[in-house]
Nanobody
Framework: QVQLVESGGGLVQAGGSLRLSCAAS????????MGWFRQAPGKERELVAR????????YYTDSVKGRFTISRDNAKNMVYLQMNSLKPEDTAVYYC????????????WGQGTQVTVSS
């Protein structure tokens, strides 16, 4: 059974940093995209960053380029999102998700972790 468990959220001042962690278990993720999504109140869920587990290919949405970094640790089966220069508009619930390369939809999700950036 696949499980994704996020941690690392919290309250931080604008300009600060947080690192989110996602512990992935239940299968091998070598042919999976691992994504970080976020959903702010009243807004749709959006893809923030993703990484192709086996080769490390990354993607970032424009609003976080240069500030966020997604990475993975193969030995620990962990995915991270390092968030620097945080802004109040980064406030949201952040979710870790996974989908196989051949799939179009993310079908595994974590429970989410709250990130709040104060101005």
């Amino acid at each position: 059974q696949v499980q994704l468990v996020e941690s690392g959220g919290g309250l931080v001042q604008a300009g600060g940093s947080l690192r989110l962690s996602c512990a992935a278990s239940g299968r091998t993720f070598s042919n999976y995209y691992m994504g970080w999504f976020r959903q702010a109140p009243g807004k749709e869920r959006e893809l923030v960053a993703r990484i192709l587990w086996n080769i490390g290919y990354t993607y970032y949405t424009d609003s976080v380029k240069g500030r966020f970094t997604i990475s993975r640790d193969n030995a620990k089966n962990m995915v991270y999102l390092q968030m620097n220069s945080l802004k109040p508009e980064d406030t949201a619930v952040y979710y870790c998700a996974a989908r196989a390369i051949i799939d179009t939809m993310y079908n595994y999700w974590g429970q989410g972790t709250q990130v709040t950036v104060s101005s």
